[in-house]
């Protein structure tokens, strides 16, 4: 069963490797199969490179990325990640 988390981001850039390696490490130690969408809303502080930082150093198998054009609310960015999610459990 894979499990999916959706991260809204916006100014995240500094937030967003810690919380990525806190979920890694609690799944990876449980055994769970995982994936992290994140929807960025076009974060001024560059949170989209450091978004895909990640994806290189955990794979695109556990992180998706939503880049979304603007800053368009957190209703509709779990939206879009519920759409780009894989999970059965999410």
């Keep these: 069963m894979l499990y999916s988390v959706i991260l809204p981001t916006y100014n995240e ?41 990640l994806q290189k150093i955990f794979g695109k198998d556990h992180i998706r990325i939503v880049s979304r054009p603007g800053k368009l609310g957190l209703g509709s960015a779990y939206s879009a990640g519920l759409e780009a999610s894989s999970g059965q459990r999410i």
């Design 13 to 53: 850039r500094e937030n967003l490797p810690i919380i990525t390696q806190i979920l890694h490490d609690t799944f990876t130690s449980a055994k769970i199969k995982y994936e992290i969408v994140v929807v960025d809303d076009s974060s001024p502080d560059k949170t989209l490179e450091v978004a895909q930082s």
